[in-house]
Every structure is written in structure tokens, then in C-alpha cells.
């Protein structure tokens, strides 16, 4: 097999990875932003990831159902949690969040303190192995996509705080195993911040955005042997700024 081909069989499903995070986490970005609660899911994938990494320390099997049943199970609690916070202290949610993502980030330190292993699980928590995702793992997790994204077209607003933490908690522990931390919070946040004065068609400039992020990231780093995962935030960054620049300019008010 020649290393052309060689390269787009590790590069198709790191592409389709990236474009099913693409299509559930930007609605939801919009969102997140609107109600002013950025660092959400970083701390409920934080809490996922700790999920994870206590069924690999009680000795499950990787990527088996029980680690992501631990992984699910974590997440709604935490998303629980959030939605009890959010209700009861309003006004200093964010500072809530904080709180719960270095909590659950701890934990999740100590838990791989004695694993000889342990740095590497933390690595790829946070950054992914986006290369290296299981191609044959992608439909059950496209189904998984659709049927968030199922319930959020068709209901929207109608599914409330609760509901709306609950379907967050599912798509982030999902994404989280699959592209990695840092990729969840840059999908979510940066093509709706860059977008946020746009008034019309903003939701298909997100997912061009972020799909652009996605393919021109992954071509960076075939050719550049930089690790891809970091590389795609810089590049979707590199594009937001872009597309902000290049995008409506802020209303002037009349004196």
C-alpha cells in the first residue's frame, strides 16, 4: 500500500470523527454561549473522563459497555448536579463549574497516580487520538449523534434546564473518547464565538467552520507530523478569527 493511501485510510475516519462532533456540538455551542456558561462542558467531560478512568482503575475493559455506561453515568450526575447548582445559585454558576471541572480533574489525578500508564491515559483524555479512532465504532456513534440531534431540532427549548444538561452530558461523553477534551471545548465554543454578530445563517457558517477546522488540521498534520489534535485547535482558532474579522460589523447607534 502506498503511504498516500496509507494516509487517507488513517485520515477518513479522524474526518468523519471530527465532522459527527461537528454537527451535535455546534448547535449546542450557540447555546452554551447564549446562556453564559462556557466552561460547562469542560467539566462535565472532565467528569466523563473520570468516569473512564475509574472503570479502567477498577479493571474493566476499555471502550467495553461498562466503561461507557460508567462514563454516561458520571456525566448525568454531573450534569444533575449543574442543573440543582444552576437553580439554586443562579448567579454564581460559572464559578460552580470551576469548581466541579478541578474537582473532578483532581480526582481523576489521584485515581491515575498509581497507574504506571497514568500519564499517557491523561494525555490522551485531554487531547484525543483522533488518528486513531475506531472506524468500525463510528456508525453505533453517529446513531448516537442523530438521536441527540433528534430531540434537539424537534424539541429545542421545550426540553428545559434538565433536559437540556441531560443531552449535553450524552454528547460530551461520547465526544469526549473520541476526539478528546481539548477538541470538545474548541468544537463547542470557537465556531459559535466566532459567529456570535452574525444574524443570519449562523448555523451553517458554524458547521462550515468547524468541518474546514477539522480536514485542514488533519492535512497539517499528515504532512507535518505534528500531533493533530492540538493542531486542529490552532487551525479552527486561525479560521474563527478570520471569519470574526471578515463578518458582520456591530450595529453603530445613532447619537
Known amino acids: 500500500m502506498s503511504p498516500a493511501a496509507t494516509d487517507l485510510s488513517i485520515i477518513w475516519p479522524a474526518l468523519i470523527a471530527g465532522l459527527l462532533v461537528t454537527a451535535t456540538h455546534v448547535p449546542l455551542g450557540i447555546q452554551v454561549l447564549g446562556r453564559g456558561i462556557v466552561f460547562i462542558d469542560l467539566a462535565i467531560a472532565q467528569i466523563a473522563g473520570l468516569g473512564v478512568i475509574g472503570a479502567d482503575w477498577l479493571g474493566l475493559e476499555p471502550m467495553g459497555w461498562a466503561v461507557q455506561l460508567s462514563a454516561l453515568a458520571a456525566a448525568l450526575a454531573g450534569a444533575a448536579l449543574l442543573t440543582w447548582t444552576d437553580k439554586r445559585w443562579p448567579d454564581v454558576q460559572e464559578a460552580t463549574i470551576g469548581v466541579i471541572f478541578i474537582l473532578a480533574a483532581s480526582g481523576a489525578v489521584m485515581l491515575l497516580a498509581s497507574n ?3 500519564g499517557e491515559h491523561l494525555k490522551d483524555l485531554l487531547i484525543g487520538q483522533i488518528l486513531w479512532v475506531n472506524a468500525s465504532r463510528l456508525p453505533w456513534e453517529a446513531l448516537v449523534y442523530a438521536s441527540i440531534l433528534s430531540v434537539w431540532f424537534g424539541l429545542g427549548e421545550r426540553i428545559g ?8 452530558a450524552c454528547a460530551v461523553t461520547v465526544s469526549v473518547q473520541l ?9 463547542l465554543i470557537v465556531p459559535a464565538l ?9 448555523l451553517p457558517a458554524c458547521y462550515a467552520l468547524g468541518a474546514l477546522g477539522y480536514a485542514a488540521g488533519l492535512a497539517l498534520a499528515v504532512f507535518s507530523d505534528l500531533p493533530p489534535g492540538p493542531l486542529i485547535v490552532w487551525v479552527m ?4 478569527i478570520i471569519v470574526f474579522a471578515c463578518g458582520p460589523r456591530p450595529a453603530v447607534v445613532a447619537k
Open 194 to 202: 466566532a459567529t456570535r454578530r452574525f444574524t443570519r445563517r449562523r
Open 237 to 240: 482558532v486561525v479560521l474563527a
Open 179 to 187: 476526539v478528546g477534551l481539548y477538541l470538545v471545548f474548541t468544537t
Open 116 to 118: 504506571p500508564r497514568g
Open 161 to 168: 434546564r434538565i433536559g437540556f444538561y441531560a443531552l449535553f
